[in-house]
């Protein structure tokens, strides 16, 4: 059960016997008539999914504090203790069938090991918290360091195995070593300390310990070249890797029968295909909620080029603000070869820009504006003018444009386990087809364009002076309709817990009843059970508001429904109050809107416009995203809830050493980042991530705050070293220009743009191959990953915007440039950070 609806477990239990009756929907309203109607929803696919049937099999031996025997239901045979057999039977009789219900009622009992150990720990957290006040530790803020994408792929199965070996070098010395694990061609071993091993020696093995049993030759032995060596306080363990240049296939022929048949025994080695589920995992979390745009860049002979964007559910709004009137995109406006040029000709990790950008609509045509900093700085005569006029505006954005490079091999992502093992991991493991590669072959590039625009930053630039008389210098800065851009394909790579519809773009007229008050707007894409929609004027609503919707145009060309205050809820609305966000109030009464819809989509299929569901190359949105995975330029960051809160899970980046990186490296451990910053300053507990936390719902657009750091290392203390306010903890823009300049005093300022949303469930149709493939092998192992793994509740996204802000406030180029310098060691002055904290 989601932690979502933990305060409705007594309402579900209530509710199992009734799932199957014909009156449960009365039931379900009777029962929970106090219930927000969204959870009410929530609430019954919950029970829903309880009530399926279930086909897995029950193993507690070892599990649970009891003796287990064999109980027989269903012509299926479980391994059960006295406690277990009656939670089986009791909710058997309550679901009728054995269902996931049933199955996770079993295996979660009281005497549970697992069940019984989660509760002492959480009533030993529980009586630490209230014994005494929780010190500030560098512990509670640490999280792993993964990188997505990055685990061995292995040709063939490794197994478990130690016997005793005699390894000969070139000289004929002699190494008594002992094998770790084995496969057909390569070994790991571990040997003494004492011996002089280098990579690339030669070395011939005798297995002496299979001597005994098995007949093999004891005058030849097996020539091996010596790859990794790891060194331990007591020895050395080296990876042995078969010469292909004595072949030996009598050998070749026992060791592969000989592992097929003791593997079971002696069990797989699964070290890398859990660290492969892991990582997918925790890419599935984050792909579908970043709000960022990566777009792939091509080059060739004839220059450079934006050519594909990878699109999502958090950043389609984003994608569609480049649409024009007539909904084409128009990104490429953003991305011209020259803005292209300028970022790749910068050094390396340096790749990157600011873009300001507003579009202005005459006569009902859109026409883009934008301006990126360098052009900016190039006109500096029109540089106040053009921020002013275009915070003004509602359309207003500032964009970061980050590069990178890539290669189109990326895209490639095999299973971490062998051909070997079976014909499905064959055909998976295949390398993408030459039709595919072919699309990618130019890709060097990915542009990487998130939208970092806030109230306070808007609100900054807005107080600048417009001079009216000089707005028409502006047009230097408007793309012409009739010099059209480079055409950037949107592809959407879809995850199979992606719960929201395809949305197509159609614009028309509609009137929203709000408490008796009328406002009048258009649609901009609509589902068949969702709309989004913009007011001419604003509306001040919260989510889950009920509103009535009328589509005046829609009824002219149907007698069949009336379009008249069809009912829908106010999922999300935006920071200027005029586009909402609406899905359709559907019960027994109200289908309407869901039949018309539906009707009128299949209808208009052809000519509707959506993201490119149907991929003209089979396979490129899922090769986009296995690049951009490969590629992570900003750091990804994951959450779990305990007793302390939302706490640090694992982040990830590909990044290189950088001004963020270094701070996250901050006193921490070795493949660790330290998220300390997000969490607290010396003063006091930053509270933004349990409140968005607790505010937001799976499948939420993320929410973003930003942050102002002075990080100061030469200080011992980490609550001096860090030192971070959340942006709207001032109380003025004087506050945080004073809070940056003492920064630089005392060592480096940074400002992050912080994104965090709600989880989703993961994808495990993506990973059933190997979660099967471990489940053989160690099903216990398997079943705590995956439980670990459902209990990642948040994700997120750190973007350093420190040159932004420093603009912002008017801080020379000069600043901004020693600021990417690892800070030196300084002394405060005397009016320092700690005095601007407390005021």
């Known amino acids: 059960m989601s932690q979502d609806l933990e305060e409705y477990h007594d309402i579900i239990e209530a509710l199992k016997p009734m799932i199957n009756e014909p009156e449960f929907n009365q039931v379900l309203l009777q029962v929970a008539s ?28 070892g599990l649970v504090d009891g003796k287990c025997r064999i109980f027989g239901h269903e012509n299926r045979e479980h391994y059960l203790d006295d406690v277990a057999i009656e939670t089986y039977e009791r909710q058997v009789r309550i679901f009728g069938q054995y269902t996931i219900g049933v199955y996770e009622a079993v295996t979660n009992t009281e005497n549970n090991f697992r069940v019984m150990h989660k509760r002492e720990q959480q009533a030993a957290r529980k009586k630490k918290v209230q014994a005494t006040p929780q010190p500030i530790k560098k512990e509670n803020h640490l999280a792993p360091l993964v990188e997505f994408g990055n685990f061995p ?47 690339g020696d030669k070395l011939t093995i005798q297995f002496r310990g299979l001597e005994k049993e098995y007949s093999l030759d004891k005058r030849h032995g097996i020539l091996y070249s010596v790859g990794n060596i790891e060194r331990t306080k007591d020895d050395q363990r080296l990876t042995l890797q078969r010469l292909q240049e004595a072949p030996n296939p009598t050998f070749d022929k026992f060791f ?4 097929h048949g003791n593997k079971r025994r002696y069990k797989v080695n699964l070290d890398n295909t859990f660290n492969a589920i892991q990582n997918k995992t925790y890419e599935q979390y984050y792909i579908p909620n970043f709000t960022s745009i990566p777009v792939y860049i091509e080059s060739d002979s004839e220059g450079v080029r934006a050519k594909y964007a990878l699109g999502n559910d958090c950043n389609r709004e984003e994608i569609q603000y480049w649409a024009n009137e007539i909904q084409d995109l128009k990104i490429g406006y953003l991305l011209s070869s020259s803005r292209i040029k300028h970022c790749l000709s910068l050094p390396k990790g340096q790749q990157e820009t600011y873009i300001y950008v507003f579009n202005h609509v005459k006569s009902e045509k859109i026409y883009f504006y934008s301006a990126s900093i360098q052009e900016l700085e190039a006109t500096p005569h029109l540089k106040h003018l053009f921020l002013a006029y275009g915070s003004r505006k509602v359309s207003w954005r500032i964009y970061k444009l980050q590069f990178t490079d890539i290669a189109p091999e990326h895209s490639y992502r095999p299973l971490s386990i062998a051909n070997s093992v079976n014909e499905s991991v064959k055909r998976q493991n295949q390398k993408p087809a030459p039709r595919l590669m072919s699309r990618l072959k130019n890709l060097s590039h990915i542009a990487l364009l998130t939208n970092i625009t806030d109230d306070i930053s808007t609100e900054y630039y807005q107080r600048l002076k417009i001079k009216r008389d000089q707005l028409l210098q502006l047009k ?77 145009s829609l009824q002219k060309v149907t007698t069949k429904y009336v379009l008249a205050e069809l009912p829908y809820f106010v999922r999300h609305i ?12 559907i019960n027994d009464k109200n289908t309407t809107a869901k039949q018309f819809f539906d009707a009128l989509i299949k209808a208009n299929r052809a000519k509707l416009k959506s993201y490119q569901d149907e991929e003209e190359v089979p396979g490129i949105g899922e090769a986009l995203r296995n690049i951009c995975a490969r590629n992570l330029m900003n750091v990804a960051y994951f959450l779990r809830k305990d007793e302390l809160g939302y706490v640090p899970d694992a982040t ?60 100061d290392p030469s200080k011992e203390a980490l609550s001096e070293a860090i030192k971070s306010l959340v942006s709207e903890q001032f109380i003025k823009h004087e506050k945080r220009r004073q809070f940056i300049s003492q920064a630089l005093l005392s060592g480096q300022f940074i400002a992050l743009k912080v994104f965090i949303a709600k989880t989703g469930r993961p994808d495990i149709e993506k990973m059933q191959s190997e979660l099967n493939y471990v489940g053989v092998y160690a099903l216990h192992k398997a079943k705590l990953l995956e439980e670990k793994l459902w209990n990642v509740t948040g994700v997120g996204d750190l973007i350093d915007v420190t040159d932004e802000v420093m603009r912002r406030y008017e801080f020379s180029e000069d600043k901004i440039t020693d600021n990417l310098k690892i800070p030196a060691v300084h002394k405060l002055q005397k009016v320092g950070i700690e005095q601007l904290l407390k005021t």
């Open 256 to 259: 592969e029968s000989f592992i």
């Open 574 to 585: 935006s920071k200027d109050q005029s586009v909402l966000h609406l899905h359709a109030l």
């Open 34 to 61: 106090n219930v927000p109607a969204q959870k009410r929803f929530l609430l019954k696919m919950e029970l829903k999914r309880l009530a399926r049937p279930c086909i897995r099999l029950i193993d507690l031996r």
């Open 153 to 199: 792929q292995r040709n063939e199965e490794r197994m478990n195995f130690s016997v005793n070996i005699e390894m000969f070098t070139d000289l004929n010395k002699s190494m008594q070593a002992t094998t770790i694990d084995v496969s057909v061609s390569g070994l790991k071993v571990k040997v003494s300390k004492e011996h002089m091993v280098k990579p």
């Open 652 to 711: 990830a980046t590909w990044s290189t050493a950088n001004r963020l990186t270094n701070l996250l490296h901050y006193k921490t451990d070795a493949g660790h980042l330290n998220l300390y910053p997000l969490y607290r300053n010396a003063m006091n507990k930053h509270d933004f991530i349990p409140k968005a936390m607790d505010s937001l719902k799976a499948n939420d657009k993320p929410v973003m705050r930003e942050i102002f750091i002075a990080f």
């Open 476 to 552: 230097v800065f408007g793309h012409p309709r009739n010099r059209l851009p480079d055409v950037v394909t949107v592809y959407r790579f879809k995850y199979f817990n992606q719960r929201r519809e395809t949305r197509f773009l159609l614009r028309t007229p509609i009137v929203v009843n709000v408490n008796d008050m009328v406002f009048e707007g258009h649609t901009e894409d609509i589902s068949t059970q969702g709309l989004r929609i913009e007011l001419t004027t604003q509306c001040h609503l919260p989510p889950d508001s009920l509103v009535t919707i009328s589509f005046p």
